[in-house]
């Protein structure tokens, strides 16, 4: 290999490297010998596709509910230790960063009062409970997802 194939090799393994937030980069040894080049830790929380309604039959790819407090009100998942989220859809994962998600419920729901609506973008919490939730239109989760991954090749 030459050293322009090197510098190459060296900037897409740089740009792949920022989809993820704890790198740790091979050593000269490691790409040499044991041929891998990035060792990635990250944290996803998994959210599989809901029903709209817990009484409803059928799932609902096109919305995904998001927990802003569970249900003893305290700071729930989107504020926990994952650093990405993977919704699912009917035929693929989308993977949002948790730092864009919230910056984005944030903008979303600025001056909302929690109710009793569950219409996408509204704060919403059940009866008797301290949980708060919004639904999330899947969309929008693609729109600011880091990447889409395809379930089914």
């Known amino acids: 290999m030459n050293n322009k194939e090197f510098i190459i090799g060296k900037l897409g393994e740089d ?4 989809l993820f937030t704890n790198i740790t ?7 040499i010998y044991e041929h891998w080049d990035l060792e990635i830790k990250t944290k996803i929380d998994v959210k599989t596709i809901k029903k709209e309604n817990r009484y409803d039959t059928v799932y609902n790819e096109n ?9 003893n009100g305290k700071l729930s998942w989107l504020y926990g ?11 693929y994962w989308v993977i949002v960063d948790k730092l864009k998600l919230q ?4 903008t979303k729901m600025l001056g909302k009062q929690i109710g009793k609506s569950k219409d996408p973008y509204e704060l919403y919490q059940r009866d008797n ?8 239109k899947t969309i929008d989760l693609i729109y600011i997802a880091t990447k889409l991954i395809k379930k089914y090749e």
Not at 15 to 18: D, P, S
Not at 25 to 31: H, I, L, V, Y
Not at 63 to 71: A, L, R, T
Not at 103 to 106: V, Y
């Open 25 to 31: 980069p091979s050593t000269k040894e490691q790409d």
């Open 103 to 106: 910056g984005f419920i944030k």
């Open 81 to 91: 230790d994952a650093d990405y989220f993977a919704f699912e859809t009917n035929d």
């Open 63 to 71: 919305f995904h509910w998001v927990e802003i407090k569970n249900v």
């Open 129 to 136: 409970r301290k949980d708060v939730i919004v639904k999330v």
């Open 15 to 18: 740009e792949f490297a920022k």
